[in-house]
């Protein structure tokens, strides 16, 4: 590239120009080279996305074959073959189950990455979704303390897409109740100011170790203090991801034997309840 200025006289008339000769040319390849990494990578990321929704495609036939014969099995030979027979197909039964809900997870990870989520907002009653929640939690995990909800909507009518908030607290809560240790309960307190909608979801739990903070929302990565405690490591990426398609954030406090709190925050649409 030339630029070109001019030098002026006393009187104020061009005497002289002064021309600087840059050469681009590095800068140019530099700029070139990015271009085709980014095309590389978003190839990638493509090919990536959809071997992952081909093999859970895949998987999924043979998984609703297996689980429909063994529903046939336990009808036909439950009663009649010796002790334990029927544990045993229910055992098959909860892996099954188990695997289905990972290839869940992993297919709202993968479409969030790709394709992206659409939207759709609707009146959301917040009072009876988190109770509901948490009384599915409670059946999920009967063994364990209760979580229990506390909040209102300041007279606001909340909307936003409920499929999202059902990933973002079925996660957050499921965690809460089992991390936890003793009998304190979890706890979520929720508000909303006509603009936000403000959540935090506490526990006396194990706690997170802190060199595991930054890491534990990324996919597979679970902290080393989990002990047997069963997890994949794809819950809190997959409230992430959801919290990604809202606009929303999430940050989180947590001592190890302590406990731990996880704060969230979500833009959503506000009309004054009647
Ligand atoms: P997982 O299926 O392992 O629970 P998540 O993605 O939901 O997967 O969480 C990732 C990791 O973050 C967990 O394995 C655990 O180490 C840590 N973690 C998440 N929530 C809590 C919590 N409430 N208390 C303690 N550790 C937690």
């Given amino acids: 590239a030339i630029n070109g200025a001019p030098i ?14 840059e050469d681009y040319t590095d800068r140019k390849i530099q700029h070139d080279e990015l271009v085709a990494a980014l095309a590389r990578e978003q190839q990638l990321a493509e090919v990536k996305s959809s ?10 036939t043979p998984l609703t074959i297996m689980m429909t014969s063994l529903g046939i099995l336990g009808m036909k ?5 010796e002790e334990g027979f ?13 695997l289905d809900e990972m290839l869940n997870d992993v297919t709202f990870i993968n ?20 109770s509901q929640m948490s009384e599915e939690i409670h059946i999920a995990f009967p063994d364990r303390p209760p979580l229990v909800v506390t909040g209102n909507c ?6 936003t897409d409920i499929l999202m908030l059902q990933q973002i607290f079925m996660n957050l809560f499921s965690n809460a109740v089992k991390y ?28 997170i170790p802190e060199d ?63």
Avoid: M, W
């Fill in 86 to 98: 029927t544990n045993r197909i229910e055992g098959i039964e909860k892996q099954i189950k188990h």
């Fill in 180 to 207: 936890s240790n003793g009998k304190e309960p979890a706890i979520c307190e929720y508000a909303c100011d006509g603009q936000n909608l403000s959540v935090s979801v506490s526990d006396c739990g194990i706690g």
């Fill in 154 to 159: 300041q007279g606001f009518q909340v909307e």
């Fill in 51 to 60: 071997i992952i929704s081909t093999i859970s495609h895949e998987f999924r």
């Fill in 111 to 130: 479409k969030s990455n790709s394709v992206g989520h659409t939207l759709k907002v609707n009146p959301v009653d917040l009072p009876s979704f988190f």
């Fill in 77 to 81: 030979y439950g009663s009649t073959v």
């Fill in 212 to 274: 595991s903070l930054e890491t534990i929302f990324d996919v597979f990565q679970r902290a080393d203090n989990v002990g047997n405690i069963s997890g994949t490591g794809l819950g809190l990426a997959i409230v992430r991801r959801a919290l990604d398609v809202l606009g929303g954030t999430i940050s989180v406090e947590s001592t190890e034997g302590e406990g731990s709190t996880f704060r969230v925050s979500i833009p959503v649409r506000c009309v004054e309840a009647v």
């Fill in 8 to 21: 002026l006289d006393e009187d104020g008339e061009v005497s002289k120009v002064v021309f600087t000769l």
